[in-house]
């Protein structure tokens, strides 16, 4: 049974607070914090639960947008997992990861990582595994700012050499480069992803910063180079056989094939990702894979297999109660 997680999600009440109580708000996310600290500090036993601390003080770090103080508590915890061997701290890495992500693709496959890791029977993970909320950070105004604090952190993690984070920085390094349109440096930032992303034999990271490097060089009007990666994602999806991997990949390009009105090639791709998911049982994908298929049936006005789509997701969405 997955553990409910007890999260104050700030920017939903955002909206709705006036100023002095989203300060008295804030006031309180930096108390947990501030405790969570003296806790980890208080702590001295290198154990389960000192990994276990270090975790919630990086969710909260990241939450209060203290990225630095979040990103070293991780790595010290997924230090730890490995000296003590406990596969449990590797779950809450990969959803402290995803946290740190936000929202998105990466952050996507961080919690899927979570989950996969967590539902191998013989292991026992699952009392590990928790359904994190996304975060949505508000960077607006300060870009440069935060691209600085990143780029100090890429460093500092470049250092340690760990290699998983420094690619995470990155996906964000890229987003405050593209936000500023300087492409030719988020441009520079895919190629470095995809390149730590390979020693990694990570294929859904190289897949995902290939498909940010199509879209820088799209924006640059460089579309001879944008033809040549597309064929090369092709090819790369040929060659990778897991099915939990190639599934979240050809969901993710179908949804881009989609969004840009591409629908036959997003159902050609959809249909590979329900292949996929199929194959890993994993319901909750397979029925949000259904549903997207449907809508992109209806745009070609194959209104039948829309249908037809719809009910299969329904019946998962049902049967998952």
């Not at 292991?123 to 590990?128: H, Q």
């Not at 949505?136 to 691209?147: I, Q, R, S, T, V």
């Not at 299969?312 to 969405?317: L, P, R």
Request: glycine share 4%; aromatic share 14%; with cysteine.
């Amino acid at each position: 049974m997955k553990i409910p997680v007890i999260i104050i999600h700030l920017t939903v009440f955002f909206c709705m607070l006036s100023s002095a109580k989203a300060q008295d708000t804030l006031n309180a996310v930096q108390s947990k914090t501030d405790s969570l600290r003296q806790l980890v500090d208080t702590h001295i036993k290198q154990d389960e639960e000192k990994v276990r601390l270090l975790n919630e003080y990086a969710r909260e770090a990241f939450y209060d947008m203290d990225f630095m103080a979040g990103l070293k508590a991780t790595h010290e915890a997924h230090e730890l997992s490995k000296d003590i061997d406990f596969e449990g701290g590797v779950v809450m890495y990969y959803e402290t990861l995803s946290m740190f992500c936000g929202y998105g693709s990466m952050a996507d496959y961080y919690q899927k990582q979570a989950e996969w890791l967590s539902l191998q029977p013989e292991k026992n993970l699952e009392k590990y595994y928790l359904e994190l909320p996304n975060v949505p950070y508000n960077f607006e105004g300060a870009l440069e700012n935060w691209l600085n604090q990143f780029s100090e952190a890429y460093t500092y993690f470049e250092t340690l050499d760990a290699k998983e984070i420094q690619a995470t920085i990155l996906s964000w390094i890229m987003y405050f480069h593209a936000r500023q349109n300087n492409f030719e440096e988020a441009l520079q930032t895919s190629q470095k992803g995809i390149e730590l992303s390979e020693e990694l034999n990570q294929p859904y990271h190289v897949f995902l910063f290939m498909s940010r490097k199509m879209t820088y060089l799209n924006n640059l009007g460089r579309q001879e180079e944008v033809s040549r990666i597309e064929a090369e994602l092709v090819e790369f999806i040929a060659k990778n056989k897991d099915a939990n991997t190639i599934g979240l990949i050809t969901s993710t390009m179908a949804f881009g094939y989609r969004n840009s009105g591409r629908h036959a090639l997003a159902i050609e791709y959809y249909i590979q990702a329900i292949e996929k998911f199929e194959q890993s049982n994993d319901t909750m994908m397979l029925a949000h894979s259904y549903n997207r298929i449907a809508f992109a049936y209806a745009h070609l006005e194959m209104f039948d297999k829309s249908v037809e789509m719809h009910e299969k997701s329904i019946a998962i969405w049902q049967q998952l109660n």
